[in-house]
């Protein structure tokens, strides 16, 4: 905890320390890439217009669509391994690794293939292509990843993460002054990606060990299906959104708002996927309810602390920074701006609820809340679209509230005396 002086650990609770710790990795490095990613919006804002930035969004939410197939569970299963098992399972990791980013690559090539015979937009689709080729470079660097989270070595991820954005963005910046286009802003997806494996590789050395064999496939069928299907929902709430406002309201509202989406929930979203990184290994390493539930609570109540002043400051003063840092032509933006960071709060509650179902092997639970919530989400903007853009996130909004702020509560109660007595005692 040497990121924090004394006199402030000293209010934190024991068993919340390492998740701020794991935190404070992140958001040191974040705070670096935020500096860089504003400089990447505020070049982008400038040199392009809502109707070229909308191409690239819709080119850029396909692929976080099709994306989230290759988070089948594999990297989870290692985390929550025990010791003697976890040779084994790493080899067969690396198989399945390969196997599933192969398979999403040739669904990627398919979908932007129907794309480009199917509608008019060919550019997304040659675009869509091209990004296929991250799944081919992601699997040498996948189990050194989430050993590395196993073993709790949370800087050493976030500066991997934060070093690949940065240059993401700083390869943005340059590459839309010098050709201003949709091409500008989704080509540094594909050429940081083996950065991020080699950088991955570095950080922790491991190669399979023969010796242990390979676990068998099903070993991972539990935890894959479950948290495939929570992970699809999840990208669905944060993408599908983007191809809903383009087909309702048009490209240029689909500018708009994805410009709103990532200059507000864009930057608290980090923090809150952040969070379920911090909190699903810490969770892991006890197998008591009673410390699983204390671990939850007090991890749960830091990052609300954390997170509540930046959504607060965000959609009050939206209205006077848009145009100062982004431009007049942006303040269209800024009410949109203002209603979408409030969704940082509910999904919070479900990355809360996440890591804590995953924690104890019942990413079902997680699923089906998902569905849910995503249903209500996406019903709420589409709802709100038929009136207007602002109706639309208000409605987004207001459906993940509805579902995970309740669900919260209930698997996280709120500190009772006895709480605090059972605290004092363990």
């Known amino acids: 905890m040497h990121a924090f002086p004394s006199a402030l650990t000293r209010y934190i609770p024991e068993r919340a320390r390492p998740v701020l710790s794991g935190l404070a990795a992140y958001a040191s490095a974040e705070a670096v890439t935020r500096i860089v990613r504003v400089g990447a919006i505020l070049v982008i804002a400038r040199q392009t217009d809502p109707a070229l930035l909308g191409t690239a969004a819709a080119a850029l939410s396909l692929f976080e669509l099709i994306r989230v197939l290759a988070n089948a569970g594999i990297g989870q299963r290692l985390i929550a391994a025990h010791e003697d098992e976890l040779d084994a399972l790493c080899n067969t990791a690396l198989r399945l690794f390969w196997f599933v980013c192969g398979a999403v690559c040739l669904i990627q090539l398919g979908v932007a293939a129907g794309l480009a015979l199917l509608t008019d937009q060919q550019a997304a689709a040659a675009m869509l292509a091209t990004l296929s080729a991250v799944y081919l470079i992601m699997p040498p660097g996948l189990v050194q990843i989430f050993l590395l989270m196993r073993a709790g070595r949370l800087a050493a991820t976030a500066r991997i993460r934060a070093t690949q954005t940065m240059l993401d963005h700083i390869l943005t910046l340059c590459l839309v002054v010098i050709w201003p286009s949709a091409w500008a802003i989704v080509l540094p997806k594909l050429l940081t990606a083996p950065i991020w494996t080699l950088?991955?590789?570095?950080?922790?050395h491991w190669a399979p060990n023969s010796a242990a064999g390979y676990a068998h496939w099903r070993e991972f069928h539990a935890f894959g299906f479950a948290i495939l299907g929570?992970?699809?929902?999840?990208?669905l709430r944060l993408q599908a959104d983007k191809l809903i406002i383009g087909i309702m309201l048009g490209i240029e509202a689909l500018g708009l708002y994805y410009f709103a989406f990532n200059a507000g929930l864009g930057i608290t979203q980090s923090l809150v996927s952040a969070f379920g990184t911090v909190v699903?290994?810490?969770?892991?390493?006890?197998?008591?309810?009673?410390?699983?539930?204390?671990r939850l609570r007090e991890a749960f109540s830091l990052g609300l602390l954390l997170l509540c002043p930046i959504v607060a400051t965000q959609g009050l003063l939206a209205p006077l920074y848009v145009p100062l840092l982004f431009g007049e032509e942006w303040i269209p933006a800024a009410p949109f701006l203002a209603i979408l960071c409030l969704a940082a709060l509910p999904l919070l509650c479900a990355s809360a609820i996440g890591a804590a179902y995953r924690a104890q092997s019942r990413p079902g639970r997680e699923t089906s809340l998902a569905a849910l919530a995503t249903t209500a989400g996406l019903a709420g903007l589409a709802a709100g679209?038929?009136?207007s853009l602002e109706l639309a996130c208000a409605g987004y909004s207001a459906g993940l509230a509805i579902v995970f702020i309740p669900a919260a509560l209930r698997l996280i109660p709120p500190r009772t005396p006895a709480h605090i007595a059972q605290e004092a005692t363990s």
């Open 199 to 204: 950088l991955a590789r570095r950080a922790l």
């Open 385 to 387: 679209a038929t009136q």
């Open 230 to 235: 929570s992970e699809i929902l999840s990208a």
């Open 280 to 294: 699903f290994p810490q969770l892991c390493r006890t197998r008591d309810d009673q410390e699983q539930a204390l």
